[in-house]
């Protein structure tokens, strides 16, 4: 049975290929053949991932999706975590989280028990999402509090962001002056760095 790998990561500063290894004993061990590994930095929050949208493009119905956990597919509201599901069930994909024991059964028919595994499944992964998506939630809420104090401590106080990398600025910064008619995607690929670090320098270059 063919698999596809997952792997996902939320910043350029986290390794999304981590649990590469992973997957691929997963794999090994349940007699699956890997035929594509897709690996992004992207939030989990949106559904806008060109390693998954291709994943989900090129997989043939029976094939497997192979995840490390549901946080790495899944931190989405629950409309797009319902449309994903929806897109997966439609490719006539199963969809199988390494640390969710219950989707190892998808591997393999198992007649009417692996039907009822089959719900139980479903039940678990949609929880697992949800709680997912209440952890983001409460970690965007944590961050804004904390902003929210340090701003009525000093109103003066700026974010530094995360150190604000000054040579990447820099680079990004003579990209733009250099060659004003390179678009946001170009620059980011000589630069190195994601799409949106482009347009917030932009943004501050303006301002």
Not at 35 to 57: C, F, H
Not at 101 to 106: A, E, G, K, N, V
Not at 177 to 203: E, F, H, M, Q, W
Request: with cysteine; hydrophobic share 40%; glycine share 4%.
């Amino acid at each position: 049975m063919n698999a596809h790998l997952y792997l996902r990561a939320s910043t350029r500063d986290q390794d999304a290929d981590r649990a590469k290894s992973l997957l691929e004993s997963f794999a090994t061990d349940k007699g699956l053949n890997i035929v594509g590994v897709y690996s992004e930095n992207v939030s989990g929050t949106t559904l806008q991932r060109p390693e998954l949208m291709k994943l989900l493009d090129v997989a043939q119905p029976g094939d497997i999706l192979l995840c490390e956990s549901v946080d790495r597919l899944s931190r989405l509201s629950q409309e797009d975590w319902l449309t994903l599901k929806m897109t997966i069930k439609a490719k006539g994909l199963r969809l199988v989280i390494a640390d969710l024991p219950t989707s190892h059964m998808l591997v393999a028919d198992k007649g009417i028990s692996g039907q009822i595994m089959s719900v139980i499944n479903d039940m678990l992964l949609d929880l697992m999402a949800t709680m997912a998506r209440l952890d983001q939630e409460k970690r965007v809420e944590r961050i804004q509090q904390g902003l929210k104090k340090k701003r009525a401590e000093d109103p003066n106080w700026k974010p530094a962001g995360k150190s604000k990398n000054a040579e990447l600025w820099k680079k990004v910064e003579a990209l733009i002056v250099k060659n004003p008619t390179l678009s946001a995607d170009d620059v980011a690929k000589l630069a190195d760095c994601g799409v949106a670090t482009v347009y917030r320098i932009k943004r501050e270059l303006k301002a």
